[in-house]
């Protein structure tokens, strides 16, 4: 299944299974490309928040017209940030952005239960590897990569490009077939050649 990508200087589609880098500055405006990515050609999406809370991820659906009937929100921070907090149909919780194990099934419940073409966004990759260790957090994005495949989903997955080092910049790069790369300016460049 072929889903259609609508960000400036991506080809037209991608095929299902892929997982796409979004490198940015760390001051990057990547709403724009995250929620062009989730509006465009979706069924159901999954947006794994390890930056902000459900909230704030429901603001930026919001202020961005994207159809929040379609999506289901995992956020890792509220607990930790002392939030009491009950999950919903479509708002899921875990204990902090750590919480890798909880992470992955609430992913996997996502794709088992929901048909279609589907979306995952993951903000961000950088944030996780703060909480927890860079090795893990590399093991738990090739889990999600192996789901997307599995279940002929795509997912959009970010990280702050001035805040690793460029070895470990290059190991996550080395997990995906796609990289976009925003700049500071708000220009767009990507790598779609593996795919």
């Not at 902000?52 to 921070?77: C, F, G, M, N, P």
Request: net charge negative; charged share 35%; hydrophobic share 35%.
């Amino acid at each position: 299944m072929d889903y259609q990508i609508a960000i400036e200087n991506t080809p037209e589609t991608i095929p299902g299974g892929t997982g796409v880098l979004l490198l940015h500055p760390s001051t990057g405006e990547t709403d724009r490309i995250d929620t062009d990515f989730l509006k465009t050609d979706t069924d159901h999406f999954l947006v794994i928040s390890t930056r902000t809370t459900a909230r704030e991820v429901k603001q930026k659906l919001d202020h961005y017209d994207v159809d929040e009937s379609k999506a289901e929100i995992l956020d890792t921070l509220s607990i930790e940030r002392g939030y009491s907090r009950r999950s919903t149909e479509n708002v899921h919780y875990v204990s902090s952005p750590d919480d890798l194990d909880g992470v992955l099934e609430v992913t996997r419940d996502f794709l088992e239960k929901t048909d279609g073409k589907r979306r995952i966004s993951l903000d961000s990759i950088t944030e996780m590897a703060y909480y927890a260790d860079e090795s893990r957090v590399r093991d738990v994005i090739r889990e999600i990569l192996s789901l997307l495949d599995e279940h002929d989903a795509v997912g959009l997955f970010h990280l702050s490009k001035g805040v690793h080092d460029e070895e470990h910049v290059e190991k996550f790069m080395g997990l995906f077939d796609a990289i976009i790369d925003l700049d500071r300016d708000g220009n767009v460049n990507s790598d779609f050649d593996d795919v």
